[in-house]
């Protein structure tokens, strides 16, 4: 790890806390939200602000990435298609042989333990993956 990485990343979640913030709605609410779950089902996740502001979560690689449109706050998940997802969260780009998305529209509510679990998923993937 080098010396930049601390100062990266809480330039990142800095960027991040600003985006929410500017947001000032229900996706600025919503994204605040699932941030806190990845934080508590990975204390260790890293942060990144990615392609002109979208914050993206890495453990052992990508985990997901937090897009915010119009109408949906969007959880990209790097390698959603290896994921087991037996709540189905997974509701977007289902077709794809590699991502996996959760689309959350205004009003919807986040089945927080199934979303940890799915954050858990993936970062242990992502560390089998990288013992290869």
Known sequence: ?????????????????GRIKELGDWRGETLAQVR????QA???????????GVPVWYSDGMICTGETYKSVVKLTFANGAELDDPSGLFNSSL??????????SEGEKIKASAFKALIKSAAKRN??????
């Not at 077709?95 to 959350?104: H, M, T, Y």
């Not at 560390?127 to 290869?132: L, P």
């Open 1 to 17: 790890m080098s010396n930049d990485a601390p100062k990266k990343e809480m330039s990142a979640s800095k960027l991040i806390d």
């Open 36 to 39: 806190e779950l990845i934080k």
């Open 42 to 52: 990975l204390p260790d996740v890293t942060e990144d602000w990615k392609w002109r």
């Open 95 to 104: 077709e794809g042989n590699v991502r996996r998305a959760i689309d959350i």
């Open 127 to 132: 560390a089998a993956k990288k013992k290869k």
